[in-house]
């Protein structure tokens, strides 16, 4: 509902009821917030390890980490929760930059 109209009369608020529908369907759809988090997470990864140096060769992409889709509400595995604990933001800035990348 947020309105918000330039002094030459053109609605800016669209571009906020946009971002806000498209929060609110990643919101709901828990597999595709569980995909962008883990997504979001391999950048920061990837973000760090370019920061100190190493290259993209490097990255450690050939660690074995459980698929996105192989996750389930109902799992209580410790790798499932530490994924998902890493995966969360833990400021808000992070997480307005997770969110930025989700959308």
Known sequence: DFQYIDRDGK????NVREKVKQVMALLKDEERLRQERTHAL???ERMAL???G???GQLGLGRSRGSPSSYNSSSSSP????DLEQARPQTSGEEELQ???AL
């Open 54 to 56: 190493i290259g993209s």
């Open 79 to 82: 790798r499932y929760t530490s």
């Open 50 to 52: 370019e920061g100190t």
């Open 11 to 14: 609605d800016q608020g669209v």
């Open 42 to 44: 391999k950048t920061k």
């Open 99 to 101: 969110l930025q990348l």
